[in-house]
């Protein structure tokens, strides 16, 4: 079941803050949160496993609410170069496909 | 790095006609994906290979598609009859165990005309 993320789009001045937010109905083995710029792969940024983890990643971070059924990705003090969009992944067991959601357009303007 | 690769990098096919995607997965990697992309929407599961065999599909994985792995080195993603709506991104991915990275190709363009 594809997971739900918002907002769809946002937009940042340099040096800002956003967060970015996946949920889902379902009870989740693990989120996966990928970064595709436009006409590349999407990259990966980091993985949750089920545990309520909070992991980061230079100024990005991200949080796992297992009871919530949702994670978070927190981006600090943006830069232009995190502009893209940021997909979450969502497994339901250790044995489910990866699902996405539709993805989180970011802007970053100087 | 260790990368997964794909080719073509871009093809365009008559509509109708059979089209092979070819993917070489990360050498150690035992799990197998193809994902689909249209342009500007989200990146949609196709189906998930292990062992051998099919591990799970989507329901746009029809009859239409196939996958094979056809030596030890190569996955590749069948598609008979293509048709406009097929036009998209597809991505192979693929990842060391269940639960873990998954990481993906740059991808083959493929536009049905």
């Known amino acids: 079941q594809q997971p739900v993320q918002s907002p769809q789009a946002v937009i940042l001045r340099e040096g800002e803050d956003a967060v970015i937010n996946c949920s889902s109905s379902k009870a989740l083995y693990s989120v996966h949160w990928y970064r595709q710029k436009h006409g590349e792969a999407p990259v990966f940024l980091m993985i949750?496993?089920?545990?309520?983890e909070q992991k980061g990643h230079d100024k990005i971070s991200a949080s796992f609410n297992e009871k919530k059924q949702q994670s978070s990705l927190y981006l600090t003090a943006s830069q232009l170069s995190y502009s893209g969009t940021y997909f979450c992944?969502?497994?339901?067991?250790?044995?489910?496909?990866?699902?996405f959601g539709k993805g989180t357009r970011l802007s970053v303007i100087a | 790095e260790p990368e997964v690769t794909q080719t073509p990098s871009h093809q365009v096919t008559q509509m109708g006609q059979e089209v092979i995607l070819r993917c070489v997965p990360i050498?150690?990697?035992?799990?197998f994906y193809w994902y689909r992309q249209i342009l500007g929407q989200k990146v949609e599961f196709l189906v998930s290979f292990y062992n051998n065999e099919i591990s799970e599909k989507s329901e746009i994985f029809d009859d239409q598609f196939s996958v094979e792995r056809p030596d030890g080195s190569n996955f590749t993603l069948k598609i008979r009859s293509t048709k406009l709506e097929d036009s998209a991104m597809y991505f192979c991915?693929?990842?060391?165990?269940?639960?873990?990275?998954?990481?993906f190709g740059e991808g083959s363009w493929l536009t049905v005309v």
């Open positions: 992944g969502t497994e339901d067991s250790g044995n489910t496909p990866l699902v």
């Open positions: 949750l496993l089920k545990g309520g």
């Open positions: 050498s150690n990697h035992l799990y």
């Open positions: 991915a693929s990842s060391s165990a269940s639960g873990n990275t998954i990481y």
